[in-house]
C-alpha cells in the first residue's frame, strides 16, 4: 500500500529550514535521494541544506566536486535548521556522531527509508520496504510536494534506484523500476554518465586493493559461503582509502555455487564492518545477531571484535543459519 506523505508535505511547507541527512559512509541511493529533494525544496523556494555524518567517498566526490551543497556535519554550524529528515536509514547506529545530536535535538523529524530494520527515532517513520530504493520514496515525496523534477533532480534519482538495484540486476528490480527510470531518462537523467562515473572511474589504488581482497577469497559450508577481508594495513600497502571497499562484496557473491557472502572489513577505531549478502537467506536477521541490519538479501553490521574473532564467530552463525 503506497505510502500516506501528506503528515510529510505538511511539515516540509511549515518548515523553511530543513537538514537532510543520510547514514554514515553515505551511498548513492541515500545521496541520491538528498540531492533531488534538496533540490525540489529549493524549486518551492526552501532553504533546505545537506550534510553527511562521515567522509565524502571519492568515487561520489563528482556529485558535488566544489562541496557547494553537501556539507560535512558538525553540530555548531547547524543552529538554524527548523526540522530534520533522515533518508535511507532507520536506525541509531547508522547515524555516528549526528545521532548523538538528534537525540538531544528539540526538532521535528521525519524517517524515510525502505531498510526492514529501524529503531525509533521519534517523529514521522515513513518506511516501505517494497521500495527497490530510498530514490524511489524521495520522487513520490517532490510529487507529492508538486514540486517539478529536474533535470538534476532527475539524474540523482536515477543514480540511487540503479545502484540500490544493481543496475537493474537485482530481484528489487520490477516493471515499475523501468517504468519510473524511463520517466527519470526522459526528465534528463543520463545513466551513461552516471555509470562511467560511478563503475568507470576507479583510481588504481582500488584496483589494487580489489587485487588483495580477490586473493583471500575463500569459502566455507562445501561452498556455500564465500568470504574475503581487508586489515587496516592494506590500505597503507595499496594506498587505497577504506571507501575502496564499496562493491567488494560483489566478489564473493560471484562464486559459483555460493548462497551466502561475507566481507569481513578491519575498522580504525576497532571492531569489525561485515556486509552480508545472500541469494535467498534472511541476512537481515544474521546482521541482527551482531547489532546491525537491512534488508533480506543485503545487510551490514559492525560487530565490536578484533577482524579474526569477528570472521569466525560470524562464520558459525552463517552456516547456523544456512543449516535451519
Same mark, same amino acid.
Given at each position: 500500500?503506497?505510502?500516506?506523505?501528506?503528515?510529510?508535505?505538511?511539515l516540509?511547507?511549515?518548515?523553511?529550514?530543513p537538514?537532510?541527512m543520510?547514514?554514515?559512509?553515505?551511498?548513492?541511493?541515500?545521496?541520491?535521494a538528498?540531492l533531488?529533494?534538496?533540490?525540489?525544496?529549493v524549486a518551492?523556494g526552501?532553504?533546505?541544506?545537506?550534510?553527511?555524518a562521515?567522509?565524502?567517498?571519492?568515487r561520489?566526490e563528482f556529485?558535488?566536486?566544489?562541496?557547494?551543497?553537501i556539507?560535512?556535519?558538525?553540530p555548531?554550524?547547524?543552529?538554524?535548521?527548523?526540522?530534520?529528515?533522515?533518508?535511507?536509514?532507520?536506525?541509531?547506529?547508522?547515524l555516528?556522531?549526528?545521532?548523538?545530536?538528534?537525540k538531544?535535538?528539540p526538532?521535528?523529524r521525519?524517517?524515510?527509508?525502505?531498510?526492514r530494520?529501524?529503531?525509533?527515532l521519534?517523529? =514521522?517513520? *515513513? +518506511?516501505? @520496504?517494497?521500495a527497490e530504493?530510498? !530514490?524511489?520514496?524521495?520522487?513520490e515525496?517532490? $510529487? /507529492?510536494?508538486?514540486?517539478?523534477?529536474?533535470p538534476?533532480?532527475?539524474?540523482?534519482?536515477?543514480?540511487?534506484?540503479?545502484?540500490d538495484?544493481?543496475?537493474?540486476r537485482?530481484?528489487?528490480?520490477?516493471?515499475a523500476?523501468?517504468t519510473?527510470?524511463?520517466?527519470?531518462?526522459?526528465?534528463?537523467?543520463?545513466?551513461?554518465?552516471?555509470?562511467?562515473?560511478?563503475y568507470e572511474?576507479?583510481?588504481l589504488?582500488?584496483?589494487k586493493?580489489?587485487?588483495?581482497?580477490?586473493?583471500?577469497?575463500?569459502?566455507?559450508?562445501?561452498?556455500?559461503?564465500?568470504?574475503?577481508?581487508?586489515?587496516?594495513g592494506d590500505?597503507?600497502?595499496?594506498?587505497?582509502?577504506?571507501?575502496?571497499?564499496e562493491?567488494?562484496?560483489n566478489?564473493p557473491r560471484?562464486?559459483?555455487?555460493?548462497d =551466502?557472502a *561475507? +566481507?569481513f @572489513?578491519?575498522?580504525?577505531?576497532? !571492531?569489525t564492518?561485515?556486509?552480508f549478502?545472500? $541469494? /535467498?537467506?534472511d541476512?537481515?536477521?544474521?546482521?541482527?545477531?551482531?547489532g546491525g541490519?537491512?534488508?533480506?538479501?543485503?545487510?551490514?553490521?559492525?560487530?565490536n571484535?578484533?577482524?579474526a574473532?569477528?570472521?569466525?564467530?560470524?562464520?558459525?552463525?552463517a552456516?547456523?543459519?544456512?543449516?535451519?
Open positions: 500500500m503506497p505510502l500516506d506523505w501528506s503528515p510529510l508535505v505538511d516540509l511547507r511549515r518548515h523553511e529550514r537538514l537532510l543520510t547514514h554514515i559512509r553515505p551511498d548513492a541511493d541515500g545521496m541520491g538528498q533531488a529533494l534538496y533540490d525540489a525544496l518551492l526552501r532553504k533546505p541544506r545537506v550534510a553527511i562521515s567522509k565524502l567517498l571519492p561520489y556529485l558535488d566536486p566544489q562541496r557547494r551543497v556539507e560535512d556535519f558538525k555548531a554550524t547547524f543552529t538554524d535548521r527548523d526540522c530534520v529528515v533522515v533518508l535511507d536509514t532507520g536506525t541509531w547506529n547508522q555516528g556522531d549526528f545521532g548523538d545530536w538528534l538531544k535535538s526538532l521535528p521525519a524517517v524515510v527509508d525502505h531498510h530494520t529501524q529503531d525509533d521519534g517523529g =514521522l517513520q *515513513l +518506511v516501505d @520496504i517494497t530504493a530510498t !530514490g524511489r520514496l524521495a520522487y515525496i517532490i $510529487r /507529492a510536494l508538486g514540486a517539478p523534477i529536474s538534476q533532480a532527475a539524474h540523482h534519482l536515477f543514480m540511487a534506484i540503479a545502484t538495484t544493481g543496475w537493474f537485482h530481484p528489487n528490480a520490477t516493471p523500476t523501468f519510473l527510470c524511463g520517466e527519470l531518462v526522459a526528465a534528463g537523467a543520463n545513466p551513461t554518465v552516471l555509470y562511467e562515473q560511478l572511474a576507479a583510481t589504488a582500488r584496483f586493493l580489489t587485487a588483495v581482497a580477490l586473493e583471500r577469497l575463500a569459502v566455507r559450508a562445501n561452498g556455500k559461503i564465500a568470504f574475503t577481508e581487508i586489515a587496516l590500505y597503507e600497502k595499496t594506498g587505497a582509502v577504506p571507501g575502496d571497499t562493491d567488494l562484496i566478489y560471484g562464486v559459483e555455487g555460493v =551466502l *561475507l +566481507v @572489513i578491519e575498522q580504525p577505531g576497532g !571492531g564492518k561485515v556486509s549478502r545472500s $541469494r /535467498a537467506a541476512v537481515s536477521k544474521l546482521a541482527e545477531q551482531f541490519g537491512g534488508h533480506k538479501l543485503a545487510s551490514g553490521a559492525r560487530v571484535r578484533p577482524l574473532e569477528a570472521r569466525e564467530t560470524v562464520l558459525a552463525a552456516i547456523a543459519l544456512l543449516e535451519q
